[in-house]
């Protein structure tokens, strides 16, 4: 599971390479927030990303998922 350098969080982070377009969701960092369990990906938080790349990101989470969802830091480790 990926893990936050500066905060240590290990279960929720956004992927800063899917910006968050949606003007009305306030703050928050990506349309992509995935919540993780362990080494799985257990639920993604999409705001308006396509089911295409949604797949994608189930298939290949690491490469999405840069930013912690908490502090805003990208100093996030995979193992
Ligand atoms: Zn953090």
Same mark, same amino acid.
């Given at each position: 599971m990926p893990k936050c350098q500066? *905060?240590?969080?290990?279960i929720s982070f956004a992927s800063?390479?899917?910006? %968050?377009? @949606?003007?009305?969701? %306030?703050?928050?960092?990506?349309?992509l927030t995935g919540q993780f369990e362990g080494e799985e990906l257990s639920y993604l938080e999409n705001l308006g990303v396509h089911n295409q790349l949604s797949q994608r990101v189930f298939e290949n989470p690491r490469q999405y998922f840069? @930013? *912690?969802?908490? *502090?805003?830091?990208?100093?996030v480790i995979w193992p």
């Amino acid at each position: 599971m990926p893990k936050c350098q500066r *905060c240590g969080n290990e279960i929720s982070f956004a992927s800063s390479r899917v910006p %968050n377009i @949606t003007p009305w969701a %306030n703050g928050v960092l990506s349309a992509l927030t995935g919540q993780f369990e362990g080494e799985e990906l257990s639920y993604l938080e999409n705001l308006g990303v396509h089911n295409q790349l949604s797949q994608r990101v189930f298939e290949n989470p690491r490469q999405y998922f840069d @930013t *912690c969802a908490i *502090c805003g830091s990208t100093k996030v480790i995979w193992p």
